[in-house]
């Protein structure tokens, strides 16, 4: 069955503060990584990693993915009060299963002025 | 507006009515999901269309539950009989699949059931 762990559950820093949030994951004819960030309503799209050691970069966000080590992990440097969130990490399996996300679940982040 | 829309954003039934909901996906998008969010949980798949054709149903889809597409355009969820236990917020997600898609699903916010 596949299966997408996060650590750490949840997380309390400052503003200011830079964390690593990360995933690891199990899934049959795995195609993509994916993180999204949710605050109390729908899921919204950060970052999709299908190549290993490739970083991506979105202003303070940035996220890497381990092919090898079935691992990926989300830092946000120079947390914000607006980072406080919940960041959920999925993998998406190829074939006919195809945007079948297996969703962990999920990373509770706070940050404290 | 123009991304993924869902109805009713609330629902408050007893236990053994049935309850409908109603995802618009992103126009253009082909691809459908359903999935069910309990709180502390990320969301678990529970089933997904193809143009109007359910491709793939999770085992968590029992036979209370029926989704259908009829015209590859917008979904329906029945929920019937409910039980407690099906109190969650339930997603509705679109993608567009050109045949090696980029497997980045759409979001709606959700419509939320509280069965008492």
């Known amino acids: 069955e596949d299966k997408v762990v996060q650590s750490p559950l949840s997380l309390v820093v400052h503003e200011g503060d830079t964390v690593t949030l990360n995933c690891s994951y199990e899934v049959t004819n795995f195609r993509s990584l994916l993180w999204y960030k949710q605050e109390k309503k729908a899921p919204t799209f950060l970052f999709m990693l299908?190549?290993?050691?490739i970083e991506k970069k979105s202003g303070r966000l940035s996220s890497i993915l381990d092919k090898k080590e079935l691992f990926s992990i989300l830092n946000i440097t120079a947390t914000q009060t607006g980072d406080s969130a919940v960041y959920l990490c999925a993998a998406n399996a190829g074939g006919t299963s195809y945007g079948k996300l297996t969703f962990g679940q999920g990373t509770i982040l706070t940050v404290h002025p | 507006d123009t991304g993924v829309s869902q109805n009713p954003r609330h629902k408050i039934t007893k236990r053994g009515q049935n309850v409908t909901f109603r995802c618009d996906p992103i126009?253009?998008?082909?691809?459908l999901y359903w999935y069910r969010q309990t709180l502390g949980q990320g969301p678990e798949f529970l089933t997904y269309?193809?143009?109007?054709?359910?491709?793939?149903k999770s085992r968590l889809l029992s036979d209370r539950f029926s989704a259908e597409r009829p015209k590859g355009s917008f979904s329906t969820l029945e929920i019937q009989r409910t039980e407690q236990g099906d109190s969650a917020m339930y997603l509705c997600?679109?993608?567009?699949?050109?045949?090696?898609?980029?497997?980045?699903?759409?979001f709606g916010e959700g419509s939320r059931l509280t069965v008492l």
């Open positions: 299908t190549s290993s050691g």
């Open positions: 126009s253009e998008h082909n691809r």
């Open positions: 997600a679109s993608s567009l699949d050109r045949g090696g898609g980029t497997g980045e699903l759409f």
């Open positions: 269309f193809q143009n109007e054709a359910q491709l793939e």
